[in-house]
């Protein structure tokens, strides 16, 4: 019987488990892909450092590697508000994750305080065995009442026929004794 209560749970809220479901691959996703972004931000700092130190070192020669290093400082910044950009998305994903599970965490809780509730009601319920074990019970009895009513109809009848009988017979017998005194 709690296998039956299970699988009606489960084919009642079958759609908010699925939804819950599809919402946790869809975190999963969103933080492997934050940790991807997290990796191509450190590569490319590490990228920005490299440039920054040779940028150090050319800072003394001619003008054509300044020029150069002005050009790669304007690739280098370009970059930065670039992964910054990203790193500020990348916050915002995660923010969005851990509101996202707090979500899916209290929707759990209350399936799970509804799946206690029906437990608890279930509880409660009569077994079908101790149902049957009574109800025979019952039906026997109630038979035998129907039996028992059945026999005092019939006795009243026959009692009302023998009633009529006598007085019949104290009828003719009257009868019989007016029509010999006259």
């Known amino acids: 019987m709690a296998q039956r209560d299970d699988d009606d ?15 946790m691959t869809r975190l999963e996703t969103l933080v492997k892909t934050m940790l991807k972004c997290d990796d191509t931000i450190k590569a490319r700092l590490d990228k ?8 150090e070192a050319f ?11 002005e050009e790669k400082i304007d690739e280098i910044d370009h970059e930065t508000r670039g992964l910054l950009d990203l790193r500020t998305e990348v916050t915002a994903m995660k923010e969005a994750s851990r509101l996202a599970k ?5 929707r759990l809780a209350a399936m799970n305080e509804f799946r206690d509730a029906m437990k608890d009601q279930t509880d409660t319920f009569l077994p079908r065995a101790e149902y049957l074990t009574r109800h ?20 009243a009848s026959q009692n009302s026929v023998v ?4 007085i019949a ?14």
């Open 102 to 106: 707090e979500n899916v965490d209290l």
């Open 136 to 155: 025979e019970s019952i039906e026997k009895d109630i038979r035998s009442l129907r039996e028992s009513r059945a026999e005092l109809l019939g006795k």
């Open 59 to 69: 800072k003394d020669t001619s003008d054509l590697y300044h020029r150069m290093l």
């Open 163 to 166: 009633v009529a009988y006598i």
């Open 9 to 23: 749970f489960t084919s009642s809220h079958g759609s908010d488990i699925k939804d819950i479901w599809v919402g």
């Open 48 to 55: 920005i450092q490299e440039d920054t130190v040779a940028f």
């Open 169 to 182: 017979a104290v009828g003719i017998g009257l009868s019989v004794i007016a029509i010999w005194l006259h």
